[in-house]
């Protein structure tokens, strides 16, 4: 999901993606194909230390286990973040990011493909 994330979100003439984060050299390079002036890293906890006031917002399209933390640490940097499905695996952590999203007066999103379209609305 994350080339797609990023594949939607570059398409807007507004977004300059500035950095991009992956473990995985082999999609970092590709999405570093596309945005070559991006700054890159393979760990968004160095992204945030080093670039933190740079990022207006942060797309979190990852495997499950940082779910909640990558999203959490975007907030506690007063950056709105947009996470794929599952938020979290525990109901702590949703708690926990909802109160931080109501703290920090963040609007956050969940990535859930098709079911945002207009068609699944009108089901019920």
Known sequence: MGGENLKAI???????????CDVDSNNLS??????????RFTDYR????????QIDAV???????????APMMAM???KPAYCQKPLTHHATDD???NQ???DKNHM?????????????????
Do not use: C, W
């Not at 160095?46 to 006031?53: A, S, V």
């Open 10 to 20: 570059s398409s807007y003439e507004m977004v300059d993606v500035v950095t991009l």
């Open 30 to 39: 590709a999405a570093a194909y596309l945005h070559p002036k991006a700054k």
């Open 46 to 53: 160095d992204l945030f230390k080093e670039i933190k006031d």
């Open 59 to 69: 797309i979190v399209s990852t495997p499950d286990h940082p779910h909640a933390p």
């Open 76 to 78: 506690n940097h007063d």
């Open 95 to 97: 708690r926990a990011m």
């Open 100 to 102: 931080l999203a109501a």
């Open 108 to 124: 956050t999103q969940m990535g859930i493909q098709v079911h945002s379209f207009y068609d699944f609305k009108l089901a019920t």
